[in-house]
């Protein structure tokens, strides 16, 4: 066994690293300390109002509201398992980290990454109920139902994230011991192991490609089939309010597919792109969802944007105030009889 236990005689291998993500930017990391320690307190703050409007709120206790919660949960747990470690990385250049740690850390962010695409199949089956179907939805979107699909994303998930894992813990890392990047990336793992990584490399890209592939059809089918029946609905309110749900989970997918491919395009074909651009794309990818989303979905939708409101300012919102003046007793007539 070698010095500080990281290397054996017989199989070279580092068990501990040194994340070094944004190298361009040693002078000014301790400077971006403050707004990221913002950037994270804010994705906090927002999913968990969100969350917390829904839950205590009885008339958000719908299939849809409570996939949204779900989501925005997921994305504090996202958020919550890159910002920590990257944040320290800022204010100590090298970064320490054991081989432990670091597997740990790269099955939460597929893990939370790949319930993020689960649930938006979940939302999209929710609103194909609703629109195409909406005389069946209470007796189809049952909470039942809503257990067995939070049991097929979790399954799902750990069936994609636990073998990558696995898979990278067999790796012999004899390169280096830095790892250039703010956190433990399956590629970025990669880039130190040495020997023949080539069903490593395959397995990855086979498991995203069929992943995102059979995700995307499935979203595209589904958002198709939904948005062409909103155009049938002959209520003009009705059809406004079916295509503005949709358009706000339109939104949320575009923004977690799109940053995610873009990721993956430079880090697997854009070789002569420097390592901060392939950091600020990563950073992009995993926490632009958890910062949007809140936005999206608690200012679009109209009745968590109202409830928002009831629970920040403390009051009722005007429509809540309006049902409550209709079950008051009409008292008029009576003064003027008692008059």
Not at 128 to 144: E, F, K, N
Not at 232 to 261: E, P, Q, W
Request: hydrophobic letters at 50%.
């Amino acid at each position: 066994m070698g010095e500080d236990g990281n290397i054996s005689v017989f199989n070279l291998s580092y068990t501990n690293f040194f994340l070094v993500g944004f190298p361009g930017l040693q002078h000014w990391r301790v400077l971006l300390v403050l707004p990221l320690t913002f950037l994270y307190g804010t994705i906090i703050t927002a999913n968990a109002l969100v969350i917390y409007t829904v839950v205590a709120q009885r008339s958000l206790h719908q299939p849809m509201y409570v996939l949204i919660a779900l989501l925005l949960a997921v994305n504090i747990c996202a958020a919550t398992a890159v910002m920590p470690k990257m944040l320290e990385g800022f204010v100590h250049y090298e970064n320490p980290i054991s081989l432990p740690g670091c597997l740990a850390q790269m099955f939460f962010i597929y893990f939370t990454l790949l319930l993020d695409y689960n649930l938006l199949l979940a939302m999209a089956l929710d609103r194909y109920v609703a629109i195409c179907h909406p005389l069946r939805y209470s007796d189809l979107m049952t909470s039942g139902l809503l257990g067995l699909l939070a049991i097929f994303a979790l399954t799902r998930s750990l069936g994609v994230a636990a073998p990558l894992v696995a898979l990278t813990a067999r790796a012999r890392f004899c390169r280096t011991a830095v790892i250039r990047h703010f956190t433990c990336e399956y590629i970025a793992l990669l880039s130190i192991a040495c020997g023949d990584l080539t069903f490593n490399n395959q397995l990855g890209l086979a498991m995203r490609l069929i992943t995102v592939t059979f995700d995307l059809v499935l979203l595209g089918a589904s958002y198709t089939r939904i948005i062409y029946a909103a155009f049938r609905i002959s209520s003009g309110g009705a059809r406004a309010k079916a295509l503005h749900t949709c358009g706000s989970h339109l939104l949320v997918i575009l923004t977690i597919y799109l940053s995610g491919l873009s990721t993956s395009i430079v880090f697997r074909v854009a070789k002569t792109v420097s390592q901060d651009v392939q950091n600020l794309l990563s950073a992009i990818y995993l926490l632009l969802p958890g910062t949007l989303n809140p936005l999206i979905y608690g200012v679009r939708t109209r009745e968590i944007r109202q409830h928002v409101g009831k629970v920040l300012c403390g009051k009722e919102p005007p429509q809540e105030i309006g049902k409550v003046l209709q079950t008051l007793p009409d008292t008029r007539g009576e003064r003027k009889l008692t008059g």
